[in-house]
T-cell receptor, first 111, second 109 residues
């Protein structure tokens, strides 16, 4: 079974803090994605990566950056967390542009 | 206009009933379509792909209407375990992936 893991299930940070969200997949997938999910808005793509050291902006990249130094790991960075970044963050991986396998999510609260 | 739109529901149905709902998309060049299921406080998981000719998987039937730019999901003989939020996913011809906000289905005993 494909396994996608995320470093934390719940995280509470203060405004202005730097936040790292880590995602690891064990199926050698090329593509990895970061989404945030908010009520009524669904999943919105923040960034994605189709190869090591490659990254592409999604629909809402502002306030975020990413890092993919190894194929299995894709990190989302909030340089200076703000309250409007309180959300559920979901990481996903996929071998091609078809089925995506999601991690369990990280619920981030920024106070 | 959102690229992918779904009726949020909720659709409250008794066990054994049939429930159906649609997902409309704005990009006529979209090439791939999927339905995902998301249980409360869980991650989305693929339910089924949607093929041009329509497809069935047990009690679930998915259809694509390219002329009217929507996909549909029909659930027959609803079970309590079908209660979830159903997300549609559309991939455009330039591989842009868009999720709908989800349709909530609640099956009651």
């Amino acid at each position: 079974d494909v396994k996608v893991t995320q470093s934390s299930r719940y995280l509470v940070k203060r405004t202005g803090e730097k936040v790292f969200l880590e995602c690891v997949q064990d199926m050698d997938h090329e593509n990895m994605f970061w989404y945030r999910q908010d009520p009524g808005l669904g999943l919105r793509l923040i960034y994605f990566s189709y190869d090591v050291k490659m990254k592409e902006k999604g629909d809402i990249p502002e306030g975020y950056s990413v890092s993919r130094e190894k194929k299995e790991r894709f990190s989302l960075i909030l340089e200076s967390a703000s309250t409007n970044q309180t959300s559920m963050y979901l990481c996903a991986s996929s071998p091609e542009y078809n089925e995506q396998f999601f991690g369990p999510g990280t619920r981030l609260t920024v106070l | 206009r959102k690229e992918v739109e779904q009726d949020p529901g909720p659709f409250n149905v008794p066990e054994g009933a049939t429930v159906a709902f649609n997902c409309t998309y704005s990009n006529s060049a979209s090439q791939s379509f999927f339905w995902y299921r998301q249980d409360c406080r869980k991650e989305p998981k693929l339910l089924m792909s949607v093929y041009s000719s329509g497809n069935e998987d047990g009690r679930f039937t998915a259809q694509l209407n390219r002329a009217s730019q929507y996909i549909s999901l029909l659930i027959r003989d609803s079970k309590l375990s079908d209660s979830a939020t159903y997300l549609c996913v559309v991939i455009s011809n330039d591989y842009k992936l868009s999720f709908g906000a989800g349709t909530t289905v609640t099956v009651r005993a």
